[in-house]
């Protein structure tokens, strides 16, 4: 404020000018805060995301890799040098030696090659047809007993003495159903056998019938309960399961295909036992398999190598791609992933190949070798 001529107060502001750059400066101000704020936000969510990624694949690769772990358990039978007798009607194998843990490579048309060999009769395994497993990747099969299972509180017994055809009368329950498959054994010997009956005690305890309505015959080839091997007899349900990748049936926002990693167990029954969605955001499994050498060394290959021997496999190799559901990006994403020793590179189209789409999601490669610790030995 000041005195003109006259003696008058005048009050001067800012001019036309300085507005303009105070306006300019504050823009700049602001555009940065919001810059920094737009950062924090896609910081944020990228580490969301990739989060979530990184749960989502252990829980995928856990499944796997304890199953693959758990292939072939026969309780204490040791699975290199015993024969355990199949008695069950559509048995889950010709030859567990060679479906304990088995693998394919999902080719066009929806054949797997090498077929699976999973079951028999009318449970037989067909590739699926309610989903569509993704060509160019690759499947694991495992089958075993489920543990803990459960002992016996004495020998079998029918009319007063002791009887093959007995019913099984366990310490506790297990998980069957009439029905299912269960595995007896012992140290020495085992049968895998369908329940045909239930009865459950109000002490929990159970007892299973084996009938021949759902077996090829109502008899064990032994006693089981007995003196002799009491402490080393366990009753388990059989589990078949067999994991692969397939489109989803969903969608994201921009059309493109979501897969997943699904399970489906025996029955092999799509209507009544359709394979079950366990993550989605799997967009590839590739795998190599150990196969044992008489020079104990393993060389891995592929399920559709000439050098593939089911009954050898050892350990295997395994690797999954995840995806993430937006895109993170900004560029599209063109790396080369490495899947078990394979390269998963990035494509305009994906129809028929294990190839992965050039867009801008964030994806990780998990890898991991774990051994399968029911054959430890040469067969």
């Given at each position: 404020m000041r005195k003109?001529?006259?003696?008058l107060h005048v009050v001067k502001g800012f001019?036309?000018?300085?507005?303009?750059?105070a306006m300019v400066l504050g823009l700049l101000l602001s555009a940065g805060v919001f810059a920094v704020f737009a950062g924090n936000q896609r910081s944020a969510a990228l580490n969301t995301e990739v989060a979530n990624m990184q749960e989502s694949i252990?829980?995928?690769l856990?499944?796997?890799?304890?199953?693959?772990?758990m292939a072939g358990h026969q309780g204490c039978l040791d699975l290199n040098g015993s024969t355990v007798d199949i008695i069950a009607n559509d048995a889950p194998s010709a030859d567990l030696q060679a479906?304990?843990?088995s693998g394919a490579v999902v080719r066009p048309n929806t054949e797997w090659l090498p077929t699976p060999q999973l079951g028999t009769g009318s449970g037989i395994f067909d590739e699926p047809t309610s989903v569509t497993p993704r060509v160019g990747t690759h499947t694991v099969a495992v089958q075993y007993a489920e543990t803990p299972g459960s002992g016996l509180t004495g020998a079998q017994s029918a009319g007063g003495s002791t009887s093959t055809s007995g019913p099984l009368v366990l310490d506790s329950a297990i998980d069957v159903q009439v029905g299912d498959l269960a595995l007896v054994s012992t140290c020495e010997a085992?049968?895998?056998?369908?329940?045909?009956g239930i009865t459950t005690a109000s002490n929990g305890r159970m007892t299973l019938a084996h009938g021949d309505s759902v077996n090829s015959r109502p008899t064990f080839q032994r006693v089981y309960g007995t003196a002799a091997n009491i402490a080393q007899t366990r009753v388990m349900s059989f589990t078949t399961r067999v994991y692969f990748v397939a489109d989803s049936g969903n969608n994201r926002p921009d059309g493109s295909d979501i897969f997943a990693l699904y399970q489906q167990t025996m029955p092999f029954d799509e209507t009544t036992n359709p394979p079950v969605m366990l993550v989605e955001g799997v967009e590839n499994m590739q795998m190599l398999f150990g196969i044992g050498g008489s020079n104990g060394q393993l060389r891995y290959v592929a399920a559709n190598d000439a050098a593939y021997d089911p009954t050898k496999i050892r350990s295997v190799r395994i690797g999954m791609l995840m995806s993430s559901y937006d895109p993170l990006l900004d560029n599209s994403d063109t790396a080369t992933y490495m899947l078990a020793g394979n390269a998963v590179n990035a494509a305009s189209s994906i129809a028929n190949s294990g190839q992965y789409l050039n867009d801008r999601r964030l994806r990780q490669?998990?890898?991991?070798?774990?051994?399968?610790?029911?054959?430890?030995?040469e067969r």
């Open positions: 003109n001529d006259s003696g001019s036309l000018i300085e507005l303009l750059i252990r829980f995928a856990n499944a796997v890799t304890d199953d693959i772990r479906t304990v843990i085992g049968e895998i056998f369908r329940v045909s490669a998990f890898n991991t070798t774990v051994s399968v610790r029911n054959r430890r030995a």
